[in-house]
């Protein structure tokens, strides 16, 4: 597995990086064209949604999560019933 690459989005008008693994550089990229934003756009609105947490978690780790929730959104199929654990 490759090791993260840092890049530079900007968001709410000021630069900041983001460093991600690549498969996860891939997956917002795909989002971001499925929602019809730019990566910028979806990466604000991420960003946006976390500092509104009580304790919010890193940039990176807010767009990993993002991703894992948006996956299992898109695939109830393979969730796993939480009652059965």
Do not use: Y
Request: proline share 7%; no cysteine; charged share 25%.
């Amino acid at each position: 597995m490759a090791g993260p690459i840092k890049r530079s989005v900007a968001i709410a008008g000021h630069s900041t990086s983001i460093s991600l693994e690549p498969i996860f550089w891939h997956a917002l990229g795909e989002a971001a064209a499925a929602m019809r934003l730019p990566l910028s756009a979806l990466v604000a609105r991420i960003d946006a949604a976390r500092i509104e947490a009580d304790d919010p978690p890193n940039l990176a780790s807010a767009i990993r999560v993002w991703l894992f929730e948006r996956e299992r959104e898109r695939h109830p199929e393979n969730n796993i019933d939480n009652d059965s654990q």
